[in-house]
């Protein structure tokens, strides 16, 4: 069963940092990219960054781009997000994801807010 687990969520202030791991389970790590997704309230899930564990090529939406930092570490089967200087706008409920095959699936999420 495939299964994804997120932490290292929180509040801390603009211009902090936090970092936030994804545990996976349930599949062959290293064959697939893993994702980090947030939502914010009101809005639509959205794509963050991602990283290919077959590979290791990322991809950064725009306004992370600098700021975060994607990584993965294949014998603890788990991706991390460095976020630094985060902003009040950087507030949502973050996700990770892997696509296999044909089902997409999803951690739990957990809550990072930045107060300004």
């Known amino acids: 069963e495939v299964q994804l687990v997120e932490s290292g969520g929180g509040l801390v202030q603009a211009g902090g940092s936090l970092r936030l791991s994804c545990a996976a389970s349930g599949f062959t790590f290293d064959d697939y990219a893993i994702g980090w997704f947030r939502q914010a309230p009101g809005k639509e899930r959205e794509g963050v960054s991602y990283?290919?564990?077959?590979?290791?090529?990322?991809y950064y939406e725009d306004s992370v781009k600098g700021r975060f930092t994607i990584s993965s570490d294949s014998a603890k089967k788990t991706v991390y997000l460095q976020m630094n200087s985060l902003k009040p706008e950087d507030t949502a409920v973050y996700y990770c994801n892997v696509k296999c095959g044909r089902s997409d699936y999803w951690g739990q999420g957990t809550q990072v807010t930045v107060s300004s």
């Open positions: 990283i290919s564990n077959s590979d290791g090529s990322t």
